[in-house]
């Protein structure tokens, strides 16, 4: 019966650095997904009002960019684009509504995500 010393038996587990360092990717992540989700619901939002202008929607340009502020009007989270931000075009007699627009999402004091959304209606 031998018994081996205490101290050639390796210690198992996460160390305070790992543990450091799993904690501040895990927060970093959460803050910039907390960041981002309310512009990609603004962005679907958007995209849906389009869609309903284009397919309901009148037939000039300033018809269509009206119903887009009533929309607007309706849906609250519609913030980063206006009416005169569309791009209306025809295309096989059918109304196109295109838009573009940049939200820049601050994360912390000097940094700052840049997100380019575009979208137009089918």
Excluded at 1 to 8: C, E, H, I, R
Excluded at 103 to 109: P, S, V, W
Aim: a positive charge.
């Amino acid at each position: 019966m031998t018994a081996q010393p205490v101290s050639s038996r390796r210690q198992r587990g996460v160390t305070l650095f790992g543990l450091m360092f799993w904690a501040v990717l895990i927060g970093f992540g959460a803050l910039v997904t907390m960041r981002v989700l309310p512009t990609i619901n603004e962005y679907y939002t958007i995209q849906r009002a389009v869609e309903k202008i284009a397919k309901e929607g009148g037939t000039t340009v300033p018809e269509i960019r009206n119903a887009f502020e009533k929309q607007k009007q309706i849906e609250y989270s519609i913030n980063s684009i206006e009416g005169k931000d569309l791009k209306i075009t025809k295309e096989n007699e059918k109304v196109v509504v295109s838009f573009a627009y940049d939200k820049e999402i601050e994360l912390m004091a000097p940094v700052y995500l840049l997100i380019k959304y575009e979208g137009h209606s089918k």
